[in-house]
T-cell receptor
Framework: QQPVQSPQAVILREGEDAVINCSSS?????VHWYRQKHGEAPVFLMI?????EQKGHDKISASFNEKKQQSSLYLTASQLSYSGTYFC????????????FGPGTSLSVIP | SQTIHQWPATLVQPVGSPLSLECTVE??????LYWYRQAAGRGLQLLFY??????ISSEVPQNLSASRPQDRQFILSSKKLLLSDSGFYLC?????????FGQGTRLTVV
């Protein structure tokens, strides 16, 4: 089952913050986050494993709440280069190594 | 680290023609390999995944097939393409520490 992402799209001005959410109906082992620019392959941002961890990547960080089967991606002080489509990919506890991607969240950062 | 090579980068094929897309992996052994398809403006749809030579799992019924003849080679094929097969095809190797994608093949069926 495909994870659900929200919002579908968001427009930010440079310097603003955003949160992208990803939730699943299945018990999760891991959550992956990627960013894709138009016409290019997705670029890996981070993986969060079961254990409720939080990770950071410059001004982009993420949390994983395994009890709620949810993950959130936090983008702070957004830059123009953050524009793109963000996908979460989930790996369930019962289906190791099979990563199913969400439908994506389109993020546009404007000056 | 791993590198995934995928070719060709773009392909225009007539309806009813065959298809063969190849993906090879460098820098690791026994990777899990995936084929995804992305229709224009849409998300990534998992088509096939493989955990080893000759082991293929299909996620959606379709006229595509996949094969894994060697440890680091993953092939996506079709005997007769349909218009609906158009899209951006990505080979990927996600793991517990990092995920790698090929650069993708943009297929247009005309």
């Amino acid at each position: 089952q495909q994870p659900v992402q929200s919002p579908q799209a968001v427009i930010l001005r440079e310097g603003e913050d955003a949160v992208i959410n990803c939730s699943s109906s299945k018990a999760l082992y891991s959550v992956h986050w990627y960013r894709q620019k138009h016409g290019e392959a997705p670029v890996f941002l981070m993986i969060l494993l079961k254990g409720g961890e939080q990770k950071g990547h410059d001004k982009i960080s993420a949390s994983f709440n395994e009890k709620k089967q949810q993950s959130s991606l936090y983008l702070t002080a957004s830059q123009l280069s953050y524009s793109g489509t963000y996908f979460c990919g989930t790996e369930s506890e019962t289906s190791y190594d099979k990563v199913i991607f969400g439908p994506g969240t389109s993020l546009s950062v404007i000056p | 680290s791993q590198t995934i090579h995928q070719w060709p980068a773009t392909l225009v094929q007539p309806v009813g023609s065959p298809l063969s897309l190849e993906c090879t992996v460098e820098g690791t052994s026994n990777p899990n390999l995936y084929w995804y398809r992305q229709a224009a403006g849409r998300g990534l749809q998992l088509l096939f995944y493989s955990v080893g030579i000759g082991q293929i799992s299909s996620e959606v019924p379709q006229n595509l097939s996949a094969s894994r003849p060697q440890d680091r080679q993953f092939i996506l094929s079709s005997k007769k393409l349909l218009l609906s097969d158009s899209g951006f095809y990505l080979c990927a190797s996600p793991s517990r520490t990092e995920a790698f994608f090929g650069q993708g093949t943009r297929l247009t069926v005309v």
